[in-house]
């Protein structure tokens, strides 16, 4: 099967009782920075879950540089590095000892990478996770990512919980990756985050795949019109998900669906809000 990205999803589905993945399909384009956007529970983590095999799928396939998932995983596991903030360590052992019990997962790791990262994110192995903040501790999943010779960065809401100059050291972290020719899945709901990094954008809602294209041009496909009091008819019959304000409203309109000198550009997390307002209509 001839495939477009580094990684390629085909028609992955996943079904729990009150919730279904349906037929995701995508490509990660080697290089570049995706985010991964959609409201909590819309099915971004089981969509990485069912990719990495943390959970098995109902069906679909996964593919790194052609190859399916399924016919050499650990060698695949090697080229993907996966940060997570809900992920967990051992909170009373020391750095230094989960260390080496995570390299030997790795023929590739390098521990001159690994220091440096180490010293940049000024971690000491002497600390243990019940040690560390939030922030470093997602700095200290970063630090044993980037130090196995990932091709590939998986992160699942790693800016969560963060503070503003915190999520600014990792966004910058990431640009860097990028300029190195790395590729990454950045699934996130703070989206101020992406518009600062992101090449591309996939939007799930529901468990369905809405939209996969460039930031730039998802985010030219729509406007904003503010509105005092009552919403007008004909920009009823135009929106894509009506915002209250204090004053009024704002409507989320396709471009070219309403006068452009009454409406102006619409922010990541604008048109997010308003299709979910939509569909909850």
């Known amino acids: 099967m001839a495939t477009m990205g580094l990684l390629s999803v085909r028609g992955l589905t996943k079904t729990y009782p009150e919730f279904t993945l349906k037929e995701i399909t995508f490509d990660l384009r080697e290089g570049m920075i995706t985010g991964f956007i959609g409201r909590n529970g819309a099915g971004k983590t089981t969509t990485i879950n069912s990719i990495l095999s943390f959970v098995r799928p109902d069906s679909g396939e996964v593919l790194f540089r052609g190859v399916p998932f399924e016919e050499d995983p650990r060698k695949i596991r090697e080229k993907i590095g996966f940060v997570s903030a809900g992920m967990t360590y051992y909170t009373r052992k020391k750095l230094q000892t989960i260390t080496a019990v995570t390299k030997s997962f790795y023929p590739a790791w390098d521990d001159a990478v ?3 990262y180490m010293q ?3 971690l000491s192995e002497d600390k243990t996770p019940a040690e560390l903040s939030n922030g470093m501790k997602i700095k200290y999943a970063l630090a044993l990512a980037l130090s196995h010779n990932a091709e590939l960065f998986m992160l699942d ?3 969560s919980g963060l503070d503003p100059i915190s999520r600014e050291e990792l966004v910058e972290i990431f ?3 990028k300029d190195e020719g790395k590729t990454i899945l950045f699934s996130t709901h703070i989206t101020s985050d992406l518009e600062k990094c ?3 954008i996939l939007f799930i809602q529901q468990g369905s795949l809405m939209a996969d294209e460039a930031l730039d041009d998802f985010r030219d496909g729509y406007r904003i019109a503010e509105v005092v009091g009552t919403v007008p008819q004909e920009l009823q019959e135009a929106s894509h998900g009506i915002s209250r304000t204090r004053d009024g409203s704002t409507v989320l309109v396709l471009r070219d669906a309403y006068p452009a ?3 102006r550009e619409a922010t990541l997390d604008e048109i997010m809000v308003h299709l ?4 909850e209509a």
């Open 114 to 116: 690994y220091r440096q």
């Open 120 to 122: 940049a994110f000024h």
């Open 157 to 159: 809401e790693p800016t």
């Open 175 to 177: 640009l860097r990756l």
């Open 198 to 200: 992101a090449d591309r």
């Open 261 to 263: 000198e009454k409406t």
């Open 276 to 279: 979910e307002k939509e569909a």
